[in-house]
């Protein structure tokens, strides 16, 4: 089941059921949170960083992979996290798949050399890589002078995904305020230490942290809300990070227990007894 066919799928459920279902974050736009909100706090990048920017990481990721392909590099990606990433290729790309869904993200560095896409928070599980796939993805750098590596950190609502340190200055991390601070299409950025084409110098990048920060303790207090109804879904090995994780469960085996769950291949999981769930209808029914 693809989007498309998940949005006719979904509009034809009852809203009696839990729906975990719901991934329209920008409704949260229109109940002004906003404004509830943001408490005017920011972190500003520094200028060790080169940057390029964009109207949204979508832009970004097509010139990169754009200019990597160029270059001849193959392209590295996560087959079970955003298919709209296979979408964004050169016709002319050579890419290679790997799995991160419930897997130590490890796994991805069977590409021999080029730029390798890896999410931190790993989406959809809603987690920060550790540390040991940290170490792993930092020796695979390491492997080559032609390996890269390009972090999208859309969802780090926590703002840790820089704090990862690397040998190497071949790492680009890309984000922008369409998550954290509920501003689609607004900006988008790519920081590398590395002066690629199309990076210049800047003064920096300012983000809101109370607004993520205040989103992020939201989401918190919905899964455990959850959790607690269901706690056989739910045995709190896993915290995350943002609105999104994942149940060892079959969407259809949860519909009837009354659940309403994203189909993993909406995502591009191929396992069938792997669910996609969010908290975003559970955190509507709060009024701030």
Not at 29 to 46: C, D, P, R, V, Y
Not at 130 to 156: I, K, M, P, S, T
Not at 272 to 284: H, Q
Request: aromatic letters at 12%.
């Amino acid at each position: 089941m693809n989007y498309a066919e998940f949005k006719v799928y979904q509009s034809t459920l009852s809203d009696q059921m839990e729906r975990w279902d719901d991934l329209d974050l920008y409704e949260l736009i229109n109940m002004g949170w906003q404004e509830k909100l943001s408490t005017h706090k920011s972190l500003i990048f520094g200028e060790s960083y080169f940057r390029r920017s964009a109207l949204g990481v979508r832009p970004l990721l097509s010139e990169l992979f754009a200019l990597f392909t160029g270059w001849g590099h193959s392209i590295g990606l996560p087959e079970d996290v955003y298919p709209e990433y296979f979408r964004l290729l050169p016709a002319e790309a050579k890419s290679v798949s790997y799995r991160s869904c419930l897997n130590n993200i490890g796994e991805s560095t069977k590409l021999n050399s080029g730029l390798l896409l890896v999410t931190n928070p790993v989406i959809p599980e809603g987690r920060y890589l550790d540390e040991q796939e940290h170490l792993h993805l930092d020796q695979w750098l390491q492997g080559g002078e032609q390996r890269w590596l390009l972090f999208d950190n859309v969802y780090d609502y926590q703002q840790r995904a820089l704090s990862y340190s690397f040998a190497s200055d071949r790492v680009i991390y890309v984000g922008s305020y369409a998550k954290v601070q509920l501003q689609p299409k607004t900006l988008g950025w790519a920081l590398c230490r590395h002066p690629l084409e199309g990076f210049e110098t800047h003064s920096g990048v300012t983000v809101d942290l109370g607004l993520a920060d205040n989103l992020h303790q939201h989401y918190g207090r919905a899964w455990r809300h959850i959790a607690a109804r269901w706690p056989n879904l739910f045995d709190g090995s896993r915290q995350p990070i943002g609105y999104l994780t994942v149940v060892e469960c079959d969407y259809r085996n949860l519909l009837t227990q009354g659940v309403a769950a994203v189909p993993g291949s909406v995502f591009g999981i191929v396992d069938e007894t792997i669910s996609v769930v969010s908290c975003l209808s559970e955190v509507k029914k709060h009024v701030l």
